[in-house]
């Protein structure tokens, strides 16, 4: 069991940066691959970025390369995802989520999700 609490989100301009966090509970941090998933309004929750368990290894929706970092301290137990030259299709809200798998792209293969963190990107 795992819980997740993200926060860092507001309400930002176009070009700003916004720094969200993610910190976990439970079970052991560095048995999971992290997800960064992002709902707009109406549409599906999809992933923007992903670190491995250890993390070495991320991977990016190309909309958010060379914009977003997303990175780990497994000591605590938190993932964080850096958003910089932020976009008015950026908002939404972010979720991070956990899972036992090896870099899941599919939501439906991550096993503990948090409860979101609002993120408006004004023009």
């Known amino acids: 069991q795992v819980l997740l609490a993200e926060s860092g989100g507001g309400l930002v301009q176009a070009g700003g940066s916004l720094r969200l966090s993610c910190a976990a509970s439970g079970d052991i941090f560095s048995r999971y691959a992290m997800g960064w998933f992002r709902q707009a309004p109406g549409k599906e929750r999809d992933l923007v970025a992903v670190?491995?368990?250890?993390?070495?290894?991320?991977d990016y929706v190309d909309s958010v390369k060379g914009r977003f970092t997303v990175s780990r301290d497994n000591a605590k137990k938190t993932v964080y995802l850096q958003m910089n030259s932020l976009k008015p299709e950026d908002t939404g809200v972010y979720y991070c989520?956990?899972?036992?798998?090896?870099?899941?792209?599919?939501?439906?293969?991550?096993?503990?999700w948090g409860q979101g963190t609002q993120v408006t990107v004004s023009s």
């Open positions: 989520a956990a899972a036992s798998a090896v870099l899941p792209t599919e939501s439906q293969n991550y096993d503990y």
């Open positions: 670190i491995s368990r250890a993390g070495s290894i991320t």
